[in-house]
DNA sequence: AGGAAGCGGAATGTTGTCCTCCATATGGAG
DNA sequence: CTCCATATGGAGGACAACATTCCGCTTCCT
């Protein structure tokens, strides 16, 4: 279907081969910075990292937006195939684990992908879209593997959404002690979330969060009130 | 050793009886404010919030430092209590559980305590006491729990740690949507905590944090890369 | 009433961003 | 090999946030 590409779409008359090279370098660079220190790197930043002034990010990328659009382009397809993954699994539970710990690795790789998740960007169609996509599939996990006898009962989808945004802040705390440090934490959350024979689970006082407050919490975070600066001009 | 002063014991001369009321406002705002909003409310706000002028502010705070380290002064002294508080109960486990729920409770009401434990202010030697102060008696706490039985005995005391880190983070995450839903989580992090029969407990692949990385992971922490600003001038 | 103590808030200095502009350099078509 | 459309680098403009200072005016207290 496409075949002369660069990033999203074919440019009507192709690139000079430097342009070119310094495009296809931009993106790598940027890629590694943004994985390194989540979208608040700066422009110049990447620009300085990749050998380059920031005159020449500016004439491959608009603005800050287009960057970061064309880097996560495909973000989406990537989690829609986790989240096929995890139910084409026959155990709900196996399914549960595998769509938390998948969701995981990628933030923990990347925190300009974690960024882009928990809404940095202010407005965002993408992010409704996303969180539109993965709720049924969520809710069916959830509710096989609590059928399954695996999950324990007075647990939600939305709470799963919950320990997932605090796997993704423990996962980043002990990130300098180890890329892979966080998986000991997540066992001992998901050794929280089986399922026990008779008064084995601790009872829950607080209610589940439903799910227009969970909305709440995601425009409400932010991660740390952390803000990706909006355009000028 | 000094008399003349200003901030946290009796001043020399009494102040002027307008000033003084300033003085417990700005404090009483500043306290409001910093627990709402953490340690990055600026001090503009501050005033503006204390219906009064900035000059007025720093006429009695030298600077921004000054305030919050009279806001703070208090802070070991609890911290001490809860710790002394857990290490009296019989069960370790009880004693564990309340040291991570109380410490819970004074972050989830007041942002700004959150920062200063998380070593938002760069320096600070406050910060090292009390780790000092608490590595002692949780290591004693940990080790009484698995002995009786009641804490997975794979886990140590750096795992405590890491767990109310991201504890503290899932705790405002939800915090909109009510003040009291992290109990929630923290319960299900309770359970994953157990000690189980026979092969109840998940293998642990990834090794404990030592002591020497989780001091790192402190250190490179600054809660989502954000920085409480330093002096100019 | 008078002066010391206190007050407000405009002004200053600094840092950190995004993005624009334009003099200069360079690839590649002819 | 020449020439010029295409690219490039990076200085500089425009903002925004803050911490902190300064000083003319106000308010207490004696």
Redesign the pocket.
């Given at each position: 279907m496409d075949e002369g590409q660069i990033t999203t779409t074919a440019p009507a008359?192709p690139?000079?081969?430097?342009?070119?090279?310094?495009?296809q370098l931009i993106l790598a660079t940027a890629r590694a910075l943004f994985a390194e220190r989540g979208l608040?790197?700066?422009?110049?930043?990447v620009?300085r990292s990749a050998?380059?002034?920031?005159?020449?990010l500016?004439?491959?990328f608009?603005?800050?937006?287009a960057l970061i659009d064309a880097l996560f382009a495909d973000a989406i397809d990537t989690i829609v195939r986790i989240v096929d993954e995890a139910l084409a699994m026959p155990r709900g539970w196996d399914g549960l684990q595998h769509f938390m710990v998948a969701l995981l690795e990628l933030q923990a790789r990347d925190k300009g992908l974690r960024d882009v998740l928990l809404a940095q960007r202010a407005n965002d169609p993408a992010d409704d879209i996303l969180r539109e996509r993965i709720k049924p599939p969520l809710e069916t996990l959830v509710q096989r593997a609590k059928e399954q006898g695996d999950l324990r009962a007075d647990m939600v989808a939305a709470d799963v959404s919950v320990l997932e945004v605090a796997a993704v802040g423990a996962a980043e705390f002990v990130a300098a002690a180890g890329p892979e440090a966080w998986r000991r934490y997540m066992t001992i959350v998901f050794d929280g979330m089986r399922a026990r024979p008779e008064g084995g689970n601790s009872r829950l006082e607080q209610p589940p969060i439903d799910d227009d407050r969970l909305e709440v919490c995601f425009e409400g975070w932010k991660y740390g009130s952390r803000q990706i600066?909006r355009?000028?001009?």
């Open positions: 008359r690139l000079r081969r430097d342009a070119e090279r310094n495009r608040a790197a700066s422009l110049e930043d620009a050998g380059v002034g920031v005159g020449t500016y004439r491959h608009p603005n800050r937006e600066p355009q000028h001009h």
